[in-house]
């Protein structure tokens, strides 16, 4: 499916008039609007320049502006748009961004763009649109999501359990305005399910099958074009103040020569008090091809239990490597909490192109969230990462990096 075949949907159900003109004026007329602004900035001290040069920093103020119409037959539709921009912070205090490739310019796309219809407990969604998936997600981290598009499915059914399928053909990753390829011409295939039917435990499971002939992936030196098969299985509860997860995905390319990459985590957690909280997490990954990240935007993101925000897809999630995290969390009020992590990755092959020969990379992290203000969420991110050189978040030559990440959204 392609965009001109999307937007036909899209502009049929907008242009309803002639097909049943009361009915569907009346689903717009009680539609919602809401949206969001944005504002986003980061810094480090990277060689050879200090925290808050404007050389090193990002900044991006954004907006968000989303419709959906009422149910009408079981049928809505929505469209959100997004719009990234400096606010003439460029040449002034932040010379980079997370979304624009040209820092003149203001960004917009039309991210999500699709029709749905529900018919008992089964709901079809196509078009554009963000979701939710341990391998294929649309990651708010970043000022906005990735978005997809493609055909999605999903079924309730069964008691307390979501059984889903779906097809992306395309996507829009962060510093992109326009949808292409999701890594290949056939996209990505996946259908799974998550149930919470089963005593003291959610369990997930999902298979993917991805296409990477229409797009050249170079990882470990060499190039990879075919087709890649992943699955992802999961069970996560909790039990009195304790609570556990357990997870295993692999990658699987089709092609000779490429080792299967496998990886495995555990984490548990604990109350140990009202307002405090520790969870301690292990993960190894086998020596494969692939990245234990995830599918889209470029493997930036990773499901993987001792992810930090520094040590995410590249590093954490590198072949050969096993980690450890430690979280320890403080709610010292109903909408605040602070959280402390430690995150340790031991890479057996020394990093490949690092400049040390230490084979440990570590990020600490102090992360900070306030909700109390209504409509509001402020965010602050404290890290230091010593990565050797390694991965997105590396300092020059052997020198770890100290970064500052702060966020706010106003929702309306």
């Known amino acids: 499916m392609k965009k001109g075949f999307v937007f036909v949907l899209l502009w049929l159900f907008l242009a309803g008039s002639s097909l049943a003109a009361e009915s569907w004026k009346e689903a717009f007329q009680n539609g919602k609007i809401n949206g969001e602004i944005k504002f986003w900035y980061q810094t480090n001290d990277r060689d050879p320049n200090d925290l808050f040069d404007k050389e090193n920093t990002i900044f991006d103020a954004g907006l968000r502006l989303s419709y959906q119409t009422d149910s009408w037959k079981g049928f809505h539709a929505k469209a959100t748009f997004y719009a990234v921009d400096d606010l003439w912070a460029y040449d002034r205090f932040a010379d980079l961004s997370i979304h624009r490739t040209d820092p003149h310019k203001t960004m917009a796309w039309l991210g999500e763009a699709y029709v749905a219809y529900s018919w008992r407990n089964t709901l079809l969604k196509v078009g554009r649109q963000n979701f939710k998936n341990p391998l294929v997600n649309s990651d ?18 069964l008691p307390q359990t979501t059984l889903l399928a779906g097809w992306f053909t395309d996507e829009r990753r962060l510093k992109k305005e326009d949808f292409s390829d999701f890594l290949g011409d056939d996209g990505v295939y996946f259908f799974g399910f998550s149930t919470k039917a089963l005593p003291l435990a959610t369990i997930s ?21 075919g087709y890649v098969d992943a ?4 069970a996560k509860g909790k039990v009195n103040r304790f609570s556990f997860a357990v997870q295993y995905f692999f990658y699987n390319p089709d092609k000779g020569g490429y080792d299967t990459t496998k990886a495995f985590g555990v984490k548990v957690g604990a109350k140990i008090w009202k307002t405090l909280g520790l969870s301690v997490a292990f993960t190894t990954i086998s020596d494969g091809y692939f990245n234990a990240a995830k599918l889209s935007d470029n493997g930036i993101k990773t499901p993987l239990y001792t992810a930090t925000i520094s040590g995410d897809g590249d590093i954490s999630g590198r072949p050969n490597t096993d980690s450890f995290k430690i979280s320890l969390s403080y709610s010292p009020l109903k909408d605040l909490s602070a959280t402390l992590s430690y995150g340790n990755y031991n890479c057996a092959d020394k990093w490949n192109t690092a400049v040390s020969d230490d084979n ?8 900070f969230k306030y909700t109390g203000l209504k409509d509001f969420t402020f965010f602050l991110a404290l890290i230091n990462s010593d990565h050797h050189g390694v991965g ?20 309306f």
């Open 392 to 411: 997105a978040w590396k300092g020059a030559d052997d020198d770890d990096l100290n970064s500052i990440r702060a966020w706010v959204r106003f929702n």
């Open 231 to 234: 699955a992802y299985l999961e």
């Open 140 to 157: 708010t981290w970043a000022v906005f999501p990735n978005n997809f598009q493609g055909y999605l499915v999903q079924n309730t059914d």
């Open 360 to 367: 440990v990379a570590t990020s600490t992290e102090l992360v």
């Open 205 to 225: 499971a999902y298979y993917y099958r991805a296409d990477l002939d229409g797009e050249t992936y170079y990882w470990q030196g060499k190039p990879y074009r």
